[in-house]
């Protein structure tokens, strides 16, 4: 499943998937459990998303999320990136969050997650240290602030709330539906890096800590186990903990 702040999610019912399969572990990476998703359950809502004027959640179900995200790992590779290149958002819970990072996960692209509330400073840092090599911004205020930054000089910057399709920082455009002749083989392995995720720097500068596939996968195969029926596709949640931080990035992101 995938909570979202401000919006709704149904569940993926992860426990279905591990009980459909034969094999000792139903997904060996993000990109399987992605997958796997959208093959076994197309048509189920996946992300409500609350519209402010109509006082309603408007849905996006598995494929519809399937699509936008092979389009959007298929520009990324049109634009040059590749398995090992950093991918930083600096957003809060959102479908674009999630459509970003599994475009990443599929293209073999390590996630950086940072917060929309962090100093300058701070995403200066993290942008350099991690070796990002692009950025997406949630809103029009946080691409704003990101002018001036050194570490950006060189870096292309991608704006969720830009939706000028003439622009290259709309997020918009890099989703547009593309003709797929073949697909991307990347050869996404358990022991490569999924995500970077940074401590909170109190006791000094902030420090990338390196999570595999392996790594995320085995915790939600266990909150599967721990849930087990409770849980099912009917269920509905509400985001509440940041995807910056591993535990709801694990918890909410990836295992409902």
Not at 167 to 177: G, K, L, Q, R, T
Request: proline letters at 4%; one cysteine or more.
């Amino acid at each position: 499943m995938l909570t979202l702040t401000g919006s709704l999610r149904r569940h993926r019912a992860i426990s279905s998937i591990i009980v459909s399969t034969t094999s000792a572990s139903p997904f060996h990476t993000l990109n399987d459990l992605y997958e796997k998703a959208v093959q076994e359950f197309p048509n189920q809502k996946l992300i409500g998303t609350k519209n402010k004027d109509t006082n309603t959640f408007e849905w996006i179900t598995y494929d519809e999320f399937g699509k936008v995200t092979q389009n959007l790992k298929h520009k990324l590779h049109q634009e040059g990136f590749k398995n090992g290149d950093k991918l930083a958002i600096i957003s809060n819970n959102s479908k674009e969050w999630a459509i970003t990072a599994y475009a990443g996960y599929a293209l073999g692209m390590p996630v950086v997650p940072l917060y929309p509330n962090q100093k300058k400073e701070e995403w200066d840092y993290i942008i350099n240290d991690s070796d990002a090599k692009i950025v997406f911004a949630q809103t029009d205020e946080v691409r704003s602030g990101l002018n001036g930054i050194p570490s950006l000089s060189n870096i292309p910057v991608v704006n969720f709330e830009n939706t000028d399709s003439n622009s290259n920082e709309s997020f918009s455009s890099w989703c547009e539906d593309i003709t797929i002749i073949n697909d991307i083989e990347n050869n996404i392995m358990p022991q490569n890096v999924a995500s970077l995720i940074y401590t909170s720097g109190t006791t000094g500068k902030p420090k990338g800590v390196m999570l595999t596939h392996e790594n995320i996968c085995s915790n939600i195969l266990s909150v599967a186990k721990l849930f087990g029926d409770r849980i099912d596709s009917d269920t509905v949640t509400l985001s509440i903990l940041p995807w910056a931080h591993v535990y709801g990035q694990t918890m909410e992101l990836h295992s409902m």
